[in-house]
């Protein structure tokens, strides 16, 4: 089972995944990422912080970017 790393792009800085997740395929990954989004905006809005301008690079074992979840576009319910 594939290896994906989600790492988190802020317009400060960079927070590295260093251990990634298991998961079936590269959908599931996308599907994860946007349930860590979601629930770390709700963490942030708890705190009166707003970070939906950031982003999660789903990365392979090799640091490939495969994809980009925008944090705002997490909002929206998944298709």
């Known amino acids: 089972m594939p290896r994906y790393y989600?790492?988190?792009i802020a317009g400060d800085g960079f927070?590295?995944?260093l251990e990634g997740t298991e998961?079936?395929?590269l959908e599931d990954a996308k599907a994860e990422a946007i349930e860590d989004a979601r629930a770390l905006?709700?963490?942030a809005i708890l705190?009166?912080?707003d970070i939906s301008s950031r982003r999660l690079e789903i990365c392979n074992e090799a640091g490939d970017v495969l994809l980009t979840v925008l944090f705002k576009d997490a909002i929206k319910p998944v298709a």
Do not use: A
């Open 6 to 8: 989600f790492n988190i």
């Open 15 to 17: 927070r590295r995944d």
């Open 23 to 25: 998961l079936p395929s």
């Open 41 to 43: 905006m709700s963490d």
């Open 47 to 49: 705190l009166g912080q």
